[in-house]
């Protein structure tokens, strides 16, 4: 069966200090997709990355990058130098490939204070 | 980017009524659609998958004849909560994909419910 764990519920950190989030997964496909998302207090999830199983680059965007071992079935991501608008709840998704659902995990609330 | 819209983005209901909440794809053709159900401080859990044209599949657990899913054309999806109770309280959310161009999933704003 699959699953994704986000074992840290909650995380808070000072504004400007490094954080990281820590995605596990488990899954039997050798073909799938991990995603993160970002949902503000909005509700709205943003999309931040989708990655291919197959590709275990390291991805930086900006201030994000992201940390994919399959060795370890790890998806983790690293914000450098956080601020306040980071503030979210932030998760991980694992994809189906035979019915394209998601499957999400428990999330990981962030709090940066200023 | 594809973009999503849920109509209405909140809505305030009495115990004993239905709701219907619509999503749309803007831009793109949504060959199949999904509906997920988040109560406070919880994730996204997945109640149904609609394919255009055919009836919804519906998660175990989701009672299919209080959530009627309605997917008839290729950029609408609706949501139906029959007899509503205040345990049907949640945050709605929709995503969209077309499974012809890139089967990315692409989310709706959510649509609140409040039943008193």
């Known amino acids: 069966a699959q699953k994704v764990t986000q074992a840290q519920t909650e995380i808070s950190v000072v504004e400007k200090e490094d954080v990281t989030l820590d995605c596990v997964y488990e899954t039997r496909d050798t073909t799938y997709y991990l995603f993160w998302y970002k949902q503000p207090p909005s509700g709205e999830l943003v999309f931040l990355i989708r990655r291919n199983s197959f590709d275990e680059q390291n991805e930086i965007s900006g201030r994000y990058s992201w940390n994919f071992q399959k060795s370890t079935s790890s998806f983790n991501f690293t914000i450098t130098a956080s601020q306040v608008v980071d503030s979210a709840v932030y998760f991980c998704a694992l994809s189906d490939p035979n019915t394209d659902k998601l499957i999400f995990g428990t999330g990981t609330r962030l709090q940066v204070f200023p | 980017g594809a973009v999503v819209s849920q109509h209405p983005s909140w809505v305030i209901c009495k115990s004993g009524t239905s709701v219907k909440i619509e999503c749309r794809s803007l831009?793109?053709?949504?060959?199949?659609m999904f509906w997920y159900r988040q109560f406070p401080k919880q994730s996204l859990m997945l109640m149904a998958t609609?394919?255009?044209?055919?009836?919804?599949?519906?998660e175990q657990g989701v009672e299919k004849d209080k959530f009627l899913i309605n997917h008839a054309s290729l950029t609408l999806s609706t949501l139906t909560v029959t007899s509503a109770h205040p345990e049907d309280s949640s945050f709605y959310i929709c995503?969209?994909?077309?499974?012809?161009?890139?089967?990315?999933?692409?989310f709706g704003p959510g649509t609140r419910l409040t039943v008193t």
């Open positions: 831009d793109f053709q949504a060959t199949t």
């Open positions: 995503s969209a994909m077309s499974r012809v161009d890139s089967y990315e999933q692409y």
């Open positions: 609609s394919n255009e044209g055919s009836k919804a599949t519906y």
